[in-house]
C-alpha cells in the first residue's frame, strides 16, 4: 500500500509540473498568459476545476515563471500579482526557485499578501521558506498595540497554532530559530497550549530567540 500511494502522488507531481512547462513554453506571449491565467483561478474559485491539480499546477507555474521570463517574478504582474491564490501557491514554491528571491522583493510582497492572506499564510509556510519573512513579520507585530494584535493575530495562532511548523523535528539550525521566532510572537496571544508549556521549554526557545534578535 505505502509503495502504491508513492508512486501514484510521484505521477501526479510529474503530471503538474510537466503541464506548467508546457502552458509557460508555448507561442503565447506573457500578457495572454496572465489572462488565461485569471480565468482558471477564477473556475477554480467557483470549483470549476480540479483544487488539488490546479493548486499544484499553478505552484509550479510559480515557481517556473522566472526562468522563462528573464529573472522575473509572477507576483511583480500586477495584472495577478495581488491574487490571494497566486500568493499562496507562490509561498507554497519558495524553497524550489531556481534563481535566489532578493529580500526587497519578499519584503513588498509581504506587504501585499497580508491584504488578501491576513497572518493565516505564515502557518502553511515551511520553515525553510518562512526564513525569508521572519524580519518582516517582527516589523508588522511589532508595531501593533495589544489591542490590535488581538484582533488580527491572536485568532490566527489560536486556529492555526497546533497544525503549524512549530514543534518540527529533525530541523537544522536555521530552522530552530524560526520555530523560535514564532514561538515568541505566538506567546502574545492568548492560545492554551502556549500559556500552559512547561517554563523549561520556554527558556530553551526564548535563549535561541535573544541570539536572534542580538538583545
Known amino acids: ?61 510559480t515557481i517556473l515563471w522566472p526562468e522563462i521570463f528573464e529573472k522575473k517574478e509572477i507576483i511583480e504582474e500586477k495584472r495577478i500579482g495581488n491574487n ?9 514554491g519558495l524553497e524550489w526557485h531556481y534563481h535566489p528571491i532578493e529580500q526587497k522583493l519578499l519584503n513588498e510582497f509581504w506587504q501585499e499578501a497580508e491584504k488578501t492572506l491576513s497572518y493565516r499564510f505564515i502557518f502553511s509556510v515551511s520553515l525553510h521558506s518562512l526564513n525569508g519573512f521572519l524580519k518582516t ?28 511548523v512549530l514543534y518540527t523535528e529533525e530541523v537544522n539550525e536555521q530552522e530552530y530559530k524560526v520555530e523560535a521566532y514564532l514561538l515568541a510572537w505566538s506567546c502574545a496571544s492568548s492560545h ?24
Open 192 to 215: 492554551p497550549v502556549i500559556r500552559h508549556m512547561p517554563s523549561g521549554s520556554c527558556v530553551a526557545y526564548f535563549v535561541i530567540i535573544a541570539t536572534c534578535l542580538n538583545c
Open 137 to 164: 513579520l517582527h516589523q508588522s507585530l511589532n508595531v501593533q498595540n495589544q489591542a490590535e494584535l488581538d484582533l488580527k493575530w491572536t485568532p490566527v495562532v489560536n486556529e492555526y497554532y497546533e497544525e503549524s
Open 84 to 92: 490571494a491564490l497566486l500568493q499562496q501557491c507562490f509561498i507554497e
Open 1 to 61: 500500500m505505502g509503495e502504491e500511494l508513492i508512486v501514484k502522488f510521484e505521477y501526479e507531481q510529474m503530471e503538474d509540473v510537466m503541464r506548467a512547462i508546457v502552458f509557460l513554453t508555448t507561442r503565447s506571449d506573457k500578457q495572454a498568459k496572465i489572462t488565461q491565467l485569471k480565468e482558471w483561478i477564477k473556475c477554480y474559485e467557483q470549483e470549476k476545476l480540479s483544487k488539488e491539480g490546479f493548486y499544484q499546477f499553478l505552484t509550479y507555474i
